[in-house]
Nanobody, 118 residues
Framework: QVQLVESGGGLVQPGGSLTLSCVAS????????MGWYRQAPGKERELVAT???????NVADSVKGRFTISRDLAKNTVYLQMNSLKPEDTAVYYC????????????WGQGTQVTVSS
């Protein structure tokens, strides 16, 4: 069991930046996947960037070079630094985790809205 709490979303202009945070209620080292997905209106939820198998990265091609995932193990927190934001990045961003003791169970945060518009 884990609780995930996201923060950092908001409204930004194209080309701007935001940093999202996801705080987990348990140590990250026992979470075998943790990171970010997003869902735009009318679209399927898609992977943005995650840590898998402890420290491996999985990053969507659409955000490579613009978004950076990082983590602070002491704070049980994963971050998503989003630079050079585009209108097509507009979505609800969700923190996601899979635990080592329940690997078939997905955990999701409540989501945080990111809107990129002039």
């Amino acid at each position: 069991q884990v609780q995930l709490v996201e923060s950092g979303g908001g409204l930004v202009q194209p080309g701007g930046s935001l940093t999202l945070s996801c705080v987990a209620s348990r140590r990250i080292f026992i979470i075998n996947e943790m990171g970010w997905y997003r869902q735009a209106p009318g679209k399927e939820r898609e992977l943005v960037a995650t840590f898998t198998s402890g420290s491996r990265l999985n990053v969507a091609d659409s955000v490579k070079g613009r978004f950076t995932i990082s983590r602070d193990l002491a704070k049980n927190t994963v971050y998503l630094q989003m630079n050079s934001l585009k209108p097509e990045d507009t979505a609800v961003y969700y923190c996601h985790a899979v635990l080592t003791d329940t690997p078939s169970r997905d955990y999701w945060g409540q989501g945080t809205q990111v809107t990129v518009s002039s």
